[in-house]
């Protein structure tokens, strides 16, 4: 991979973004410089159709006067001093909040496991190569296993904040990921998917397609269930992961919890889970796919607990919302949450690694033990059209597994599941197998569940 | 010319170096965006970046790579990354490589430009017009939160490729809207108001914001009172955006020719057969005048077209990239699209309608003993190699013996796509462009969908 800039270049550039501010009158001016680059492999029907490259780098810009924050961002550095221009013309439409951007100070946290060398170095080949292993695995559990769709990617990057309120830190680190989505056209149609995200380069592309295609020879034969109704749902790591991404992310932001738009508004010190449930923010995990030891805005991270024996303890907030609500930021700024160059937007409280932990029943067949009626959950698609506000999710499983008296029967067809997650973290069975790390794609937050078993979901054949 | 001086000469350099072929693709992006929070602004945006990618093809493999800079050195670097990138891919190619679909390479410099230019509005006015925005929205008794949001983008794209088309094009694109969301005794209901479309603040007037909020506030005080639906299957009349929706998601994506490749497409091996009722003509078509989806080349230089995906009920074409035509033995039909400088063009829907008919919206009524309309859309999912769909409806009422009744809360329409389109036994006359969107595919493009009230017998409608 061409190396971009890096964390020390990135913090001169934003040092000079600063500096460029305050000549042109800002009272306090912050940059935000970050750079990457990656390589990604995409496979279609066991092939390897494309290899794609980039790089990019840009600044965002915020700059307060007259208690007004502005903000503007450039790609190409030789503008910085029309994006100053620009933020500074445009601070004069906010309200006068009082806001002062945040002080520097403050211990970084050591965390390791962000930066793998190996990663850095790795060529287009190399990364084809890892695409191949990928689609040979997958045939070898089966020859008629296609992966329709997948690939590997890998990238590094690293990011710098400079402030003249004495913010001065920089990151970097690498990620990679392989996919693959195998259809299986034998007795029946099956499909399977896997996928795993690393911050090393210890990501195996074998054991993905493997994986991806053993699902989609397991998923042969479904047949229809016969009964629905309320009953257990033991869930995959990555569909529990979906399912919380679109309720309980949403609901544990500050602003959203002010303004009265998330399900746990006013319920902080109230129970809102069993009590041996607990959710927490930890961009400092060793290795987490979003762990940094600076937010986006500078300040150190730590780890936040939210939900801490089933009682909510507390939101996630940036320096901005934390000033507006009175409370203390909790160091959760995110840049680009929404996707996109970081640089581009202003920094909002997102999640970075969400962990929910509940009590392991040991492995994945201990838990699914434990359940008298119920189904085993690999996929769920529509967990985007959840309601934030209620926590009410609607999604459908493409080939669920019936689960009588503890004993694991076959593959059914697909199924429609109804139930609201505020009850379904209220009715943890336990969980199953180690956490795994959900995040990459679409998806900007890192999940870290391993399987959950809830009971009270309502299921539709 | 009207490709960078810089980037140009990096197809021919590929060429020379073994290219069968390339094409570099410069975008210029100037944006504004405005939100607003409950009356406070929270983000105003003003920016403008450029980039651009170089996509080639050696031994029929692909190999691209793109960065946000402009220059000779950053060009080759690039140029120099996508030729080992497309080597690498010739390790894993399988047999049969990619190949392009003749197209005659054109030199030409389309610019649309708006009518009322966003950059001569000062920002203090768009802003303004926001603060209309959220008036009108909080108009409704049980608002409780509102954000109202702005944005325009001015975009120029400049292709040369190495068959010697040398083209710039160029548009600009504005949407407004606003989320709402009420809450009375403990149910909360929300909707969204949005306008816009290509061009400029012309997009905004017909409806304009300000009213589209209006209509949205008085939906969510609807849905505050709204009944819950029954489940079963019932005639339902669909109001165009949903119909849009519809078209664009459960039979659109269908069409995309590498979904039919990949085998993710149920109309893969069908086209000539009626499909659907002979009322139904569905295309695809980017050159609608101000439509979000509109443009006038595709992101291969394809001069943009209209695709009739069905005519009469009979499936009659697919959307192409020039790999896929040439895959499928089609012409190509300038299907392929990419997000920005940093993607490669996939095939990709622009506005996708299904053309209008004879009756008004009382006739769609008329004889429903007992029925559903629905309208718009809260999302949903489909499955493309199924040809299977379920949608929230944003609102809905019971139709009883011909009439408008209570308006009902939480519909699902779900079901088969192919039986749906087979069951539209009457087509309105009141064919309208839906909300501008944006289609996810891997990659974000605007796109525009709608079409008129269409009636569908044996619909099936669920609660959510």
């Known amino acids: 991979m061409r190396a971009p800039p890096g964390p020390q270049e990135l913090l001169s550039r934003a040092e000079d973004a600063v500096r460029t501010a305050l000549a042109r009158g800002a009272a306090q001016a912050e940059a935000f410089a970050a750079a990457g680059t990656f390589v990604g492999v995409d496979v279609e029907r066991d092939r390897v159709t494309y290899t794609t490259g980039g790089s990019e780098s840009g600044v965002g810009l915020r700059v307060v006067r007259d208690g007004r924050l502005g903000f503007a961002f450039a790609s190409d550095p030789a503008r910085i001093a029309s994006a100053a221009e620009r933020a500074l013309a445009l601070s004069r439409l906010s309200p006068a909040r009082g806001f002062s951007l945040p002080a520097g100070g403050g211990r970084y946290p050591d965390i390791g496991g962000l930066f793998d060398p190996r990663i850095a170095a790795m060529e287009p080949s190399e990364a084809v190569a890892l695409a191949g292993e990928l689609v040979d695995a997958a045939k070898a559990v089966h020859a008629g296993a296609v992966v329709v769709g997948g690939g590997v990617s890998a990238g590094m990057g690293a990011a710098a904040v400079a402030s003249s309120e004495g913010v001065s830190v920089a990151t970097d680190g690498t990620s990679m990921n392989a996919t693959a989505y195998v259809v299986l056209r034998d007795r029946t149609t099956s499909t399977g998917l896997e996928t795993q995200s690393s911050r090393g380069r210890d990501v195996d592309a074998s054991a993905v397609g493997a994986a991806a295609a053993r699902m989609a020879v397991d998923a042969q034969g479904a047949v229809p269930l016969e009964e629905g109704g309320e009953m257990a749902v033991v869930m995959r790591p990555t569909a529990i992961a979906e399912v919380l991404e679109s309720t309980v992310v949403p609901s544990i932001i500050g602003d959203a919890a002010q303004r009265g738009e998330s399900a746990w508004t006013g319920k902080a010190g109230e129970r809102v889970a069993a009590a041996d449930v607990s959710i927490w923010d930890d961009p400092t995990m060793a290795g987490g796919l979003n762990s940094g030891r600076a937010d986006d805005e500078g300040a150190p991270t730590r780890r936040n607990v939210l939900v801490d024996g089933g009682v909510l303890r507390g939101f996630l907030y940036d320096a901005l919302s934390a000033h507006e609500y009175g409370v203390a930021s909790t160091g959760s700024a995110v840049r680009g949450a929404g996707g996109g160059g970081g640089w581009k937007a202003q920094p909002d409280a997102y999640v970075t690694n969400l962990v929910l932990e509940a009590p392991s029943r040991g492995e994945l067949e201990d838990l699914v033990s434990e359940v008298d009626r119920g189904l085993l959950v690999h996929d769920v698609l529509g967990a985007h059209t959840a309601n934030a506000s209620t926590l009410d999710f609607s999604v459908s499983s493409t080939m669920p597994y019936e689960i009588r008296r503890g004993e694991l029967l076959g593959v059914r067809e697909p199924v429609m599941l109804a139930g609201n997650v505020g009850a379904l973290l209220r009715s943890v069975i336990g969980t199953g197998g180690a956490p795994r790390q959900c995040g990459g794609g679409m998806s900007t937050a890192c999940i870290v569940v391993p399987w959950v078993g809830a009971s009270g979901v309502v299921v539709t054949p | ?464």
């Not at chain 2, 031994?59 to 050195?73: K, Q, R, V």
């Not at chain 2, 080992?84 to 190619?93: G, L, T, V, W």
């Not at chain 2, 300000?210 to 669909?238: C, K, Y």
């Open chain 2, 1 to 464: 010319m009207p490709v960078h001086e810089a980037l140009e000469g990096l197809v021919d350099r590929a060429a020379r170096e073994g290219a069968s072929y390339a094409d570099v693709r410069v975008l210029y992006v100037e944006m504004t965006s405005l939100e607003l929070k409950d009356g406070e602004l929270k983000q105003a945006i003003q920016g403008a970046e450029a980039g651009f990618g170089v996509r080639v093809l050696v031994d029929g493999c692909w190999g691209f790579a793109s960065a946000n800079e402009l220059g000779a050195a950053a060009g080759a670097a690039a140029l120099d990354a996508a030729m080992s990138m497309a080597r690498a891919s010739r390790a894993r190619s399988g047999g049969e490589g990619a190949r392009l679909a003749e197209v005659r390479p054109e030199v030409a410099e389309v610019v649309w430009e708006p009518k009322r230019d966003p950059r001569d509005t000062p920002i203090e006015d768009k802003l303004a017009m926001l603060r209309e925005v959220e008036a009108a929205a909080r108009a409704g008794e049980h608002v409780a939160t509102v954000t109202s949001s702005y944005a325009d983008a001015r975009k120029r794209v400049e292709l040369a490729t190495s068959e010697g088309a040398r083209l710039a094009w160029g548009l600009t694109r504005v949407v407004a809207g606003a989320s709402i969301v009420g809450r009375k005794e403990g149910r909360s209901a929300s909707m969204y108001a949005r306008v816009g479309g290509v061009g400029g603040l012309e997009r905004l007037e017909h409806p304009t914001p300000v009213e589209d909020a209006a209509r949205a506030t008085a939906a969510v005080e609807r849905l505050l009172d709204a009944a819950a639906p029954s489940a079963g299957r019932m005639p339902a009349v669909i109001d165009p955006d949903l119909t849009g929706v519809l078209v664009h998601e459960a039979f659109g994506h269908a069409c995309e020719a590498d979904l039919v490749l990949a085998g993710e497409s149920m109309l893969a091996d069908r086209l000539g057969e009626p499909l659907g009722s002979p009322l139904v003509g569905i295309y695809d078509d980017p050159t609608l005048d101000g439509s979000f989806g509109s443009f006038p080349f595709d992101d291969e230089g394809v001069r943009a077209r209209r695709k009739d995906l069905m005519v009469r009920g009979v499936l009659t074409s697919f959307i192409h990239s020039r790999e896929t035509a040439a895959r499928l033995g089609a012409a190509p039909n300038g299907g392929a699209r990419a997000q920005d400088h940093a993607s490669r063009p996939l095939v990709r829907m622009s506005n996708t309608m299904l053309g209008g008919g004879d009756r008004s919206f009382e006739e769609l009524l008329e004889g429903i003993k007992e029925g559903i309309y629905v309208k718009g859309t809260r999302g949903g999912q489909v499955d493309t190699a199924k040809g299977t769909f379920q949608f929230g409806a944003e609102e809905a009422f019971e139709v009883r013996d011909g009439e408008l009744g209570r308006p009902l809360r939480d519909v699902a329409l779900m079901g088969s796509i192919l039986d749906t389109l087979r069951n539209v036994d009457a087509v309105g006359k009141d064919a309208r462009n839906g909300s501008p969107g944006y289609c996810g595919k891997g990659q974000h493009v605007p796109v525009g969908d709608g079409g008129p009230h269409v009636r569908v017998l044996d619909a099936v409608v669920g609660g959510m």
